[in-house]
C-alpha cells in the first residue's frame, strides 16, 4: 500500500476492477477465436491460448482479492485508467506472437497499442495471407478503443457509478470538459457506446451493399467508426479506390466519428438545433470546407487534376480521415506537394471534436487558444477589462484555461522529445518528427520512410516502444498518463 492524502490507495480494488476488465477482454478475444474456427485456420489454437491466459488471470484477480474496502477516489481513478490501456495492449499482443505473423514482443506490443489506442500506425507489411480472426482482432481493438475500454467497463458494471466512476469518465473521455448526457455515468456510459454500435452496424450494412463482403466491411466498420483505420487488405481502402460509392460512405462516416457523440444524442432526443448551436461542430465543418478550398486549388496549380474525382471526393476524403485520425489514405498525398503536406500536418494538429473517436489535440481546444489570445491581445489596450473565454456560450474558469494552455505545451513538448529520440537511432529528421506527431495524435500516417506504401518496422525497437508511449499518452489526453509521474501523486 500506498500513503497519499489520508489514506491508502486502494490497490487491491484496482486490480479486482483490472481482472474484470481482463476477463471483458477475453470475451472480445472470442470473436475472432471463433472466426478462426469457421474458416478453419490454425491461428485459432493461438487465440484459444490468449483467451485462457487473459480469462484465467483475470478470474485470480476479481475472485481471489477481497478489498477490505471497495471505495476508489481520484488517484485510482487515475492508475486504473493508464494502467488498463497497457494490460489490454500486453494480452491483446500474444495472437500476433503465437499467430503466423510470428511477431516480436515489440512488433506486437506496438501493434497492439496502436490498435486499442485507434493510432492505425503498423509494423506488418503485408496481411494479406493472414488468418481471418487475427485480421478481425487488429479492426476489433480499434474498435473497442474507440469509445474507451474504461467506459465500456461503466456501461457494463453499475456498481463502478458508485466506486471513481465520474474521475475514470473525465480520465478516459476526451475534452477540455465533460458534461453527463444522463443523470448517472452508468446511464451516458451506455447512451454512448449505444449510439456507437448502431453507427457501426448501419456502416456495415452500407459497406456490404457495395463491393465489400461481410467480412471487410465489418473490419472497414470497425476501422471506420473508431477512426482507427485499420484495414481487411494491405491496399487499405485504396483497394477500393475505384468505388465511389465506398469512398463517399466511408467520408461519411469517418466525419461521424469525428463528432463529439454526446453532442449526437443530444441532437437526436432534442433535436439538430443543438448540434447546430455546438461551436466545436460549425468549426470543425468551417475548417474541413477552408482546406477542401485549398487542397483543390494546389492540385490544380500542381498539375495533378486528372478526373472529377480528384478536386472532390479525394481530396475531401483526404481531408477528413486527417483531421479525424483515421488515416486511411486513397492516394499518395506527399506528390500532392510540400503545401498540402504543411496542411496536413496542421489538421493532424487540430484533430475533431472533443467527445469524439478521433485524436489530435481538439477543435475546441484551438478555439480555446484562439480566444484567450484575442482576450490576452485585447488587455494589452484594456488593462481592466473582464474577457472570459466562453466555448458555446458557457464561460470557462480561468483553472480550465491554465489546464488547456498547459496542455497545448506539452503536447507540443511530447512531439519534440519523441521526435529527438528517434533521430537518436538514425531516423532521418523530417520522419522522426511526423512519426512522434502522429503517434501523440493518434493519427497513423506516416512521412518518408514510414509514408505511402511503407511502414512502422523500419523504426528500432526503442523507437517502436517510445512511439508506444506516445500513442497512450495521447489517446489519454496526456494528464491521465503524466500525472502517475509525479511526486504529488505518490505522496501526501
Known amino acids: 500500500m500506498i500513503r497519499t492524502d489520508r489514506r491508502l490507495i486502494n490497490l487491491p480494488m484496482v486490480a479486482r476492477v483490472v481482472g474484470w476488465l481482463m476477463m471483458i477482454e477475453s470475451i472480445f478475444m472470442c470473436a475472432p477465436l471463433v472466426t478462426c474456427i469457421i474458416y478453419g485456420e490454425s491461428d485459432a489454437l493461438g487465440f484459444a491460448i490468449a483467451v485462457a491466459l487473459t480469462a484465467g488471470l483475470g478470474a485470480a484477480f476479481n475472485f481471489c482479492l477481497h478489498p477490505s474496502r471497495t471505495d476508489m477516489g481520484k488517484r485510482e481513478g487515475f492508475l486504473l485508467t493508464a494502467l488498463v490501456w497497457v494490460i489490454f495492449s500486453l494480452f491483446g499482443m500474444i495472437p500476433f506472437i503465437l499467430s503466423h505473423a510470428h511477431l516480436s514482443v515489440s512488433d506486437a506490443f506496438f501493434e497492439a497499442m496502436s490498435g486499442f489506442t485507434t493510432t492505425g500506425a503498423t509494423v506488418m507489411s503485408t496481411i494479406d495471407h493472414f488468418s481471418h480472426g487475427l485480421i478481425l482482432w487488429r479492426c476489433l481493438m480499434q474498435w473497442i478503443g474507440g469509445m474507451g475500454i474504461i467506459l465500456f467497463t461503466l456501461a457494463v458494471i453499475p456498481m463502478l457509478n458508485h466506486s471513481g466512476g465520474v474521475q475514470m469518465f473525465n480520465s478516459e473521455v476526451t475534452g477540455i470538459t465533460h458534461d453527463k448526457i444522463r443523470p448517472r455515468i452508468s446511464q451516458t456510459a451506455k447512451s454512448l457506446w449505444l449510439m456507437y454500435i448502431i453507427l457501426t452496424v448501419l456502416l456495415a450494412v452500407l459497406l456490404v451493399l457495395g463491393p465489400m463482403d461481410l467480412f471487410e466491411a465489418i473490419c472497414h466498420a470497425f476501422g471506420t467508426i473508431s477512426t482507427g483505420g485499420f484495414s481487411s487488405q494491405d491496399a487499405g481502402i485504396s483497394a477500393w479506390d475505384n468505388s465511389l460509392y465506398i469512398k463517399i460512405v466511408v467520408t461519411v462516416f469517418m466525419f461521424l466519428g469525428g463528432v463529439n457523440f454526446g453532442a449526437m444524442i443530444m441532437a437526436v432526443t432534442r433535436g439538430p438545433r443543438t448540434l447546430a448551436r455546438n461551436e466545436a461542430f460549425n468549426t470543425y465543418l468551417e475548417v474541413i470546407g477552408l482546406t477542401f478550398v485549398i487542397f483543390v486549388i494546389?492540385?490544380?496549380?500542381?498539375?495533378?487534376?486528372?478526373?472529377?474525382?480528384?478536386?472532390?471526393?479525394?481530396?475531401?476524403?483526404?481531408?477528413?480521415?486527417?483531421?479525424?485520425?483515421?488515416?486511411?489514405?486513397?492516394?499518395?498525398?506527399?506528390?500532392?506537394?510540400?503545401?498540402?503536406?504543411?496542411?496536413?500536418?496542421?489538421?493532424?494538429?487540430?484533430?475533431?471534436?472533443?467527445?469524439?473517436?478521433?485524436?489530435?489535440?481538439?477543435?475546441?481546444?484551438?478555439?480555446?487558444?484562439?480566444?484567450?489570445?484575442?482576450?490576452?491581445?485585447?488587455?494589452?489596450?484594456?488593462?481592466?477589462?473582464?474577457?472570459?473565454?466562453?466555448?458555446?456560450?458557457?464561460?470557462?474558469?480561468?483553472?480550465?484555461?491554465?489546464?488547456?494552455?498547459?496542455?497545448?505545451?506539452?503536447?507540443?513538448?511530447?512531439?519534440?522529445?519523441?521526435?529527438?529520440?528517434?533521430?537518436?537511432?538514425?531516423?532521418?529528421?523530417?520522419?522522426?518528427?511526423?512519426?512522434?506527431?502522429?503517434?501523440?495524435?493518434?493519427?497513423?500516417?506516416?512521412?518518408?520512410?514510414?509514408?505511402?506504401?511503407?511502414?512502422?518496422?523500419?523504426?528500432?525497437?526503442?523507437?517502436?516502444?517510445?512511439?508506444?508511449?506516445?500513442?497512450?499518452?495521447?489517446?489519454?489526453?496526456?494528464?491521465?498518463?503524466?500525472i502517475l509521474f509525479t511526486k504529488a501523486f505518490w505522496r501526501r
Open 298 to 482: 494546389a492540385i490544380i496549380a500542381g498539375g495533378h487534376f486528372r478526373t472529377w474525382e480528384d478536386i472532390t471526393i479525394n481530396p475531401l476524403f483526404m481531408i477528413i480521415s486527417t483531421i479525424t485520425s483515421t488515416g486511411y489514405a486513397i492516394v499518395d498525398f506527399e506528390s500532392w506537394g510540400t503545401f498540402t503536406l504543411v496542411l496536413v500536418f496542421v489538421l493532424m494538429f487540430f484533430g475533431a471534436c472533443a467527445g469524439s473517436t478521433s485524436g489530435g489535440a481538439k477543435i475546441d481546444r484551438i478555439l480555446f487558444l484562439v480566444k484567450n489570445t484575442r482576450n490576452e491581445l485585447d488587455r494589452c489596450v484594456h488593462p481592466n477589462t473582464i474577457m472570459p473565454v466562453t466555448l458555446s456560450g458557457k464561460v470557462m474558469s480561468p483553472e480550465t484555461v491554465n489546464k488547456v494552455i498547459a496542455f497545448l505545451c506539452i503536447y507540443m513538448l511530447l512531439i519534440l522529445v519523441g521526435g529527438i529520440v528517434l533521430t537518436a537511432f538514425g531516423i532521418p529528421l523530417i520522419d522522426a518528427f511526423f512519426s512522434a506527431f502522429s503517434c501523440v495524435g493518434n493519427t497513423g500516417l506516416g512521412a518518408g520512410v514510414t509514408g505511402y506504401g511503407s511502414n512502422y518496422d523500419v523504426i528500432p525497437n526503442v523507437g517502436k516502444w517510445t512511439l508506444s508511449f506516445l500513442m497512450l499518452v495521447g489517446r489519454l489526453e496526456i494528464y491521465t498518463v503524466l
